[in-house]
């Protein structure tokens, strides 16, 4: 009880802090007579998207640069990234440039960033964004972009001088982007992200699968991290599938992971006799070069699984506490594993507020064997 109740202290300051801010900034908007006007479409000849979140959310924006290119192939397509997610536009033909805001900079390295930014005199800046923080609000505010759109909510709309209303509802994720999009007169019906590897990068994760004595094709990726304690199925119930796997399939395995996924990692190989293949990679590039070579990915609802469905790659996904309408895959050879009958299911919350991690527990590793004995990946 005293966690749940830590829960609710913590969420009633927030929304009296939102509250707060969003009247502070909304009458700020009126005196400041902020008007809401949209850019003619063929007038556009520069466009700066903002998304230096995470790599996940940047692979979900890859289907927004290509409506972007598509209608408008002579605009300049600069994309802000995040030290993190910038290696996912590599190789992309429908970003002309990228540019990288770092969070962590100097007071004045920021200041010269954003110096820099509005000495291009952009023509519009797009934040598609649609939570509360204020960070990449305030960014496409001070590009000193003639229109800066985004989505009215919690006062965030202070910085914009085009503005759409705040999404009601469980909406998905990849239509964030799209949707803003609209009002400018852009629309798309491909919502498959995309990332795109070199040769090289393909040379590379073939030379590495043969130094790792990998040498069939039929390859289960295994990728067992996740931002949250709660989006993460058990170490050892992925010991026990990669055991499962081996027992009742011809397919090898590689555990696949980042730097802050070690420590699982090392937990899921102690229960495992003999060892697997193990990649953990700091390079994002190579992770998605070696996972492109995989019949099949087991993980998370993280990261990963949208990198997975960009590179064409099936998954099987276990998705506990997230909002299922959100953060489901796209596409259809993707299989997803949740408890829709749990009382507490979609809860969002990244601690277990009743203490049983019910919705990954229940979930047991002859469930996710079946499936792939089932479906024949």
């Given at each position: 009880?005293?966690?749940?109740?830590?829960?609710?202290?913590k969420s009633i300051f927030k929304a009296i802090y939102l509250n707060a801010r969003c009247f502070a900034l909304k009458?700020?908007?009126?005196?400041?007579?902020?008007?809401?006007?949209?850019?003619?479409?063929?007038?556009?000849?520069?466009?700066?998207?903002?998304?230096?979140?995470?790599?996940?959310?940047?692979?979900?924006?890859?289907?927004?640069?290509?409506?972007?290119?598509?209608?408008?192939?002579?605009?300049?397509?600069?994309?802000?990234?995040?030290?993190?997610?910038?290696?996912?536009?590599?190789?992309?033909?429908?970003?002309?440039?990228?540019?990288?805001?770092?969070?962590?900079?100097?007071?004045?390295?920021?200041?010269?960033?954003?110096?820099?930014?509005?000495?291009?005199?952009?023509?519009?800046?797009?934040?598609?964004?649609?939570?509360?923080?204020?960070?990449?609000?305030?960014?496409?505010?001070?590009?000193?972009?003639?229109?800066?759109?985004?989505?009215?909510?919690?006062?965030?709309?202070?910085?914009?001088?085009?503005?759409?209303?705040?999404?009601?509802?469980?909406?998905?994720?990849?239509?964030?982007?799209?949707?803003?999009?609209?009002?400018?007169?852009?629309?798309?019906?491909?919502?498959?992200?995309?990332?795109?590897?070199?040769?090289?990068?393909?040379?590379?994760?073939?030379?590495?699968?043969?130094?790792?004595?990998?040498?069939?094709?039929?390859?289960?990726?295994?990728?067992?991290?996740?931002?949250?304690?709660?989006?993460?199925?058990?170490?050892?119930?992925?010991?026990?599938?990669?055991?499962?796997?081996?027992?009742?399939?011809?397919?090898?395995?590689?555990?696949?992971?980042?730097?802050?996924?070690?420590?699982?990692?090392?937990?899921?190989?102690?229960?495992?006799?003999?060892?697997?293949?193990?990649?953990?990679?700091?390079?994002?590039?190579?992770?998605?070069?070696?996972?492109?070579?995989?019949?099949?990915?087991?993980?998370?609802?993280?990261?990963?699984?949208?990198?997975?469905?960009?590179?064409?790659?099936?998954t099987i996904s276990f998705m506990g506490p997230t909002i299922k309408e959100q953060w489901m895959p796209i596409g259809?050879?993707?299989?997803?594993?949740?408890?829709?009958?749990?009382?507490?299911?979609?809860?969002?919350?990244?601690?277990?507020?009743?203490?049983?991690?019910?919705?990954?527990?229940?979930?047991?590793?002859?469930?996710?064997?079946?499936?792939?004995?089932?479906?024949?990946?």
């Amino acid at each position: 009880m005293p966690h749940v109740s830590k829960i609710s202290v913590k969420s009633i300051f927030k929304a009296i802090y939102l509250n707060a801010r969003c009247f502070a900034l909304k009458t700020l908007s009126i005196l400041l007579f902020q008007r809401n006007i949209f850019p003619v479409i063929r007038n556009i000849g520069s466009i700066l998207l903002i998304r230096v979140d995470r790599v996940g959310d940047m692979v979900l924006s890859t289907h927004a640069f290509r409506a972007i290119k598509v209608l408008l192939p002579q605009v300049h397509l600069i994309v802000m990234a995040s030290p993190a997610n910038a290696p996912v536009l590599k190789n992309n033909p429908d970003v002309d440039e990228v540019i990288v805001y770092d969070r962590s900079a100097s007071l004045l390295e920021k200041i010269q960033f954003i110096n820099g930014l509005r000495s291009r005199h952009l023509d519009l800046a797009i934040d598609p964004y649609t939570d509360y923080e204020l960070k990449t609000a305030w960014l496409a505010g001070m590009s000193g972009a003639d229109h800066r759109i985004g989505y009215a909510a919690f006062g965030r709309e202070f910085f914009f001088n085009c503005m759409s209303p705040k999404i009601e509802g469980n909406k998905h994720f990849i239509d964030g982007a799209t949707d803003l999009l609209k009002h400018i007169g852009i629309s798309s019906e491909n919502r498959k992200p995309a990332i795109y590897l070199g040769a090289d990068e393909q040379a590379w994760a073939n030379q590495w699968l043969q130094e790792n004595r990998v040498q069939s094709k039929k390859i289960v990726a295994i990728h067992p991290g996740a931002y949250y304690e709660t989006q993460r199925w058990l170490p050892e119930y992925y010991a026990g599938l990669i055991n499962l796997i081996r027992r009742n399939t011809s397919f090898e395995v590689v555990v696949l992971g980042g730097p802050s996924d070690a420590l699982v990692v090392e937990d899921i190989l102690a229960g495992i006799k003999p060892h697997v293949c193990v990649s953990v990679q700091e390079d994002i590039r190579k992770f998605f070069a070696i996972l492109a070579q995989c019949r099949l990915l087991v993980c998370n609802n993280s990261g990963p699984l949208h990198c997975a469905v960009a590179l064409g790659i099936p998954t099987i996904s276990f998705m506990g506490p997230t909002i299922k309408e959100q953060w489901m895959p796209i596409g259809e050879s993707h299989r997803v594993l949740r408890l829709d009958d749990l009382p507490c299911i979609g809860c969002n919350l990244g601690r277990c507020k009743i203490r049983t991690h019910d919705c990954m527990r229940l979930i047991e590793p002859k469930d996710v064997v079946e499936i792939i004995v089932k479906e024949c990946f």
